[in-house]
């Protein structure tokens, strides 16, 4: 297993809401440049377009978490 498989089996064994905003960022905001996820730490919704998600499981991910469709597309 990779890293992405081991972060999300963690996520649903953790109990600890600053490790899921983190990762949900990271899996949202992967190819985001410096700028967006300054904006992120205030908004916490850059990124639901789908623009700067990585392809397959971190897409996969964020789709499990958000139900948005725009990630299905990409998981």
């Known amino acids: 297993m990779g890293g992405a498989e081991v972060a ?3 996520s649903l064994m953790l ?3 600053r490790w ?3 990762w949900d960022q990271y899996c949202r ?3 985001a440049p410096r700028q967006v996820l300054a904006s992120d730490m205030t908004t916490a919704t850059e ?11 971190l897409a996969g991910w ?3 978490k958000t139900q948005n469709e725009t ?3 990409l998981g």
């Not at 990124?47 to 499981?57: F, H, I, K, L, W």
């Open 15 to 17: 109990d600890d809401p």
């Open 47 to 57: 990124g639901m377009d789908a623009r700067y998600v990585r392809d397959g499981r």
């Open 71 to 73: 990630f299905n597309r």
């Open 62 to 64: 964020i789709f499990y």
């Open 20 to 22: 899921h905003k983190l």
């Open 8 to 10: 999300c089996e963690l």
């Open 29 to 31: 905001l992967y190819n």
